[in-house]
């Protein structure tokens, strides 16, 4: 009896025990941890992106400012800015253009057939990864495609060589020179 009277005097107590926090804690870094990786993934998407859209926002218009001429001797990142060819916030100075990489930007006269009935927007500072989405996004637009001093697309392909292509991107920092019809 003396020992039942002195566990009634015990209050219960209310709150989290050790194992019920342990494992609460479990669920919540692996969510965490689950999060941060989709955010990063999502990031990385978002640049890629990102420097897509740059990239085809500046060749439509070389292609729209040269459509009624011959040639396009004399085009070069000086033009370039001139003729607000790049997304505003990509372009600096009279002729600095910087992609959302912060990688330089280099526009110039390319030949084909004949001088000047081409041009290239080359892309610097690509990692691997960006590297590889960059060239599989414009591939079906280019006319050829070099990563560094690799070409990655001839004239004329139509079906890219993905081993080519992870080869070619495997450096740390990357430059793309695609290089495109003025028509």
Do not use: E, F, K
């Given at each position: 009896m003396k020992r039942l009277n002195q566990l009634k005097g015990i209050k219960k107590q209310g709150g989290w025990i050790s194992i019920e926090m342990n494992m609460s804690n479990l669920v919540y870094g692996v969510l965490s941890i689950a999060a941060i990786s989709l955010?990063?993934?999502m990031l990385s998407n978002a640049s890629s992106n990102a420097l897509t859209s740059?990239?085809?926002?500046?060749?439509?218009?070389?292609?729209?400012n040269y459509k009624n001429t011959s040639t396009?001797?004399?085009?070069?990142?000086t033009v370039g800015v001139s003729l607000k060819v790049a997304p505003p916030p990509w372009m600096s100075g009279t002729a600095s253009i910087v992609n959302n990489l912060n990688g330089a930007v280099t526009i110039a006269t390319a030949t084909i057939s004949v001088t000047g009935d081409a041009f290239t927007v080359a892309e610097a500072g690509l990692n691997g990864d960006q590297c590889r989405d960059f060239v599989n996004d414009i591939f079906p637009e280019a006319y050829t495609i070099t990563v560094g001093s690799t070409t990655v697309k001839a004239a004329g392909a139509t079906?890219?060589?993905?081993?080519t292509i992870g080869t070619a991107c495997g450096s740390a920092t990357n430059t793309v020179t695609p290089r495109y019809t003025r028509q």
């Open positions: 955010g990063v993934a740059g990239h085809r926002q500046i060749v439509d218009n070389v292609r729209d396009t001797t004399g085009l070069n990142n079906v890219s060589n993905p081993a």
